[in-house]
């Protein structure tokens, strides 16, 4: 079946710019999260939602970070008044539930703030 | 907090076998989960270990010993295909993953 999927696999916008990401996860899964994957670094988590609501955002780096998942699918990571510092791969993982040991990552959007 | 540290580079030529430690010091542990990343794409599930001891899963072996914050990664008869970056991640609440910086792994012929 299909995997997870992200839209766009590129983004570069301009500092100051808002930027929305997308995220489809694998049908059925409940459990999906976002991390963030700099240059030579591992994935660092951001958010995690279960269903519908966001159950630990304590990764999201400010205030200018926001994430949605209004009907439990499909989920929207939104980044305000983007800085040079935010340019990263932004991945996107599903998983079927809390009793899972295995988190399907999607390829990432590339985002670049010029 | 949490903090993960693995050798940044591990070199090996095919047919091999090649061992990849991590340990890690965190508030917070219910597993260690092993990930692979080729150059530009999505990190893929290898395997995960939940109690202590050897998990084996075809030529990738992942072991853990909880009391000693320490766990590695076997992976044998190497392939030019395994060359890729290899990451360990602690499991924490809502599975959420810390994971460390990778080790990338390159097998010559």
């Known amino acids: 079946g299909a995997g997870v999927s992200q839209t766009p696999s590129n983004k570069v916008t301009e500092k100051g710019k808002y930027v929305e990401l997308r995220c489809d996860p694998i049908?059925?899964?409940?459990?999906l999260y976002w991390y963030r994957q700099s240059l030579g670094q591992g994935p660092e988590f951001l958010i995690y939602?279960?269903?519908?609501?966001?159950?630990?955002d304590s990764g999201l780096p400010n205030d200018r970070f926001f994430a949605v998942r209004p009907e439990g699918s499909v989920s929207t990571l939104k980044i305000q008044r983007t800085e040079r510092g935010d340019s990263a791969v932004y991945l996107c993982?599903?998983?079927?539930?809390?009793?899972?040991?295995?988190?399907?990552f999607g390829p990432g959007t590339r985002l670049t703030v010029l | 907090g949490q903090s993960l540290e693995q050798p940044s580079e591990v070199t090996a030529v095919e047919g091999a076998i090649v061992q990849i430690n991590c340990t890690y010091q965190t508030s917070g542990f219910y597993g260690l989960s092993w990930y692979q990343q080729h150059d530009g794409g999505a990190p893929t599930f290898l395997s995960y270990?939940?109690?202590?001891g050897l998990e084996e899963t075809g030529r990738f072996s992942s072991f853990l010993s909880r009391s000693d914050s320490y766990g590695y990664l076997l992976l044998q008869e190497l392939q030019m295909k395994d060359s890729a970056s290899y990451f360990c991640?602690?499991?924490?609440?809502?599975?959420?993953?810390?994971f460390g910086k990778g080790t990338m792994l390159l097998v010559s012929p």
């Open positions: 993982a599903s998983m079927l539930g809390q009793g899972s040991n295995e988190q399907f």
């Open positions: 049908s059925g899964h409940t459990a």
């Open positions: 939602f279960q269903g519908t609501g966001a159950a630990d």
């Open positions: 991640a602690v499991r924490g609440g809502y599975s959420t993953l810390t």
């Open positions: 270990n939940a109690l202590d």
